[in-house]
């Protein structure tokens, strides 16, 4: 087999799914293909296309491997994680490359999500050593009552294509230090470098089962890892529509996690730099070409700077380079999927039609384009709040300015949204950074800095339709998701 890579004729690699500790074929025997999205005649790999019975028999193999995984030793468990994490770390450039490949980012983003995804694995393999009960005082002196905190079982874990290796990572971490048991499924737009974490773990010596991968279509493998009360925890990010009709279908027994949508607002103040202000509504908004989930949608601009602001912003718009992640002088890269560039050149026309069009939203064409999925990106001003661009997840390089009389109608419209994942405000005023923090809705909070990013080690969520927010990814507090409580009282 082959394809075309910049004219030249490459061997297609096929991947298989991971189920019981062994690499294998789906039984259909059918595949489909990963796309590089900077130059779609491009197949990034071949990956199993997955049925129900396939993904039964991953459940099985996780349900198989939990006794004799939740009584591995803690130290062994710890040891496996820091294992695949070394194995990511000294594959890193490799596993960036393909990143940039399947996914279009650039090449320097796709490194640091890498080493952050072994970072991660690093984090949980010590946290989960101490992440411990509680002993309770009590009036009889020959009892003692603690609680004691234990896995679930089997954990499934499904992922998007934004971010196609630092997601799975922290949501499996946290599961297996825990002595949880994986089924893993990544998106079908980015599932390379979700099997190369899978394959971190085999080279760790993980044992057969405890970590299983597979590949394949959410219509054909998703009831079989959702909807049967053999999985007892669902970790997932990706569409709130997607999120919400799998914690809807999910038995009464089964634990959801649910990391959804965003429409994230910054807030630009009188007091504000502007041209600092600028570089957070870029970098927030159209580094990853508008494709995190954190990504700045929304620029709530008071009416004194509106103006001078907008001005600022579309002539930094309008500069940025456009092209292939792999060349490290480009700004923007592709949409990642087919369906994403449809969906934001229909979001762009709905913009023309209810609001100002500033600036960008065509398909770009020519040279380095013509098989990629490019388009340039937007800005609209006079956006209000009922039109679709202020309200509805774009997720693609579109920026849509909205007018504030002060900070109570900033803070008022950045809450008239039913998503609360992230938000940012810039000003100099210590007393509307206090106020903000307090009157935002909004799971993660930033002053001065970008909506989006987050640390390895600290809570990560969102709040309204953007999260389940019971329990939280990222830092230790992400382990209560993947353990129960027991107390015990124990006399003599
Ligand atoms: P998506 O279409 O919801 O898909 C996400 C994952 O869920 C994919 O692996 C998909 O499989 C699978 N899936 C979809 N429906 C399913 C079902 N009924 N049962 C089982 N699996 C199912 O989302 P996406 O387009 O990949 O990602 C973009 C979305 O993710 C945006 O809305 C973004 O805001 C959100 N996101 C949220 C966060 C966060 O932390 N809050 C972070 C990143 C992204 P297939 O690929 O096979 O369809």
Redesign the pocket.
Known sequence: MSLLNGGERLAIEEFGNLIGGEWRACASGKTFDDLNPADSREIVGRFQASSAADARAAVEAAAGAFDGWRKTPITRRAAILLAAADHLSSNAAKVALELTREEGKSIALAKDEVLRSAQTLRFYAIEGQSFTGETFPNDDPDMLVYSAREPLGVVTA??????PIS?PARKIAPALIAGNTVVF?????APLTGYRLAEAFVKAGVPKGVFNFIT????E???A??GTPAVRAIT????????E??HR?TPLTTRTQM????KNPLLVMADADLDKAVDLAVKGGLSLTG????GTSRIIALSSIRRAFTDKLVARVRSMKIGSGMDPTNEIGPLA?K??LETVLSYVEIGRKEAQHLCGGERLTGAGYDHGWYVAPAVFTGVTQQMRIARE?I?GPVLAIIEASDYEDAIAKANDTEYG?SAAIATRDPRLMHRFAQDIQSGTVKINRTTTGNLVNAP???LKR??TSTFR?SGRGALEFFTQIKTIYQGI
């Open positions: 499904i992922t998007p294509w934004n971010f997601i499924k990544p998106s079908s737009d394949g279509s959410a219509a493998v998703g009831p890892i959702t997932f990010t990706g569409s709130t529509a997607a999120g009709q799998i279908s990391e959804l949508g965003g494709q995190a989930c954190t999927t369906k994403q997840e997720f994942l990560f969520g969102g953007s999260s990814e």
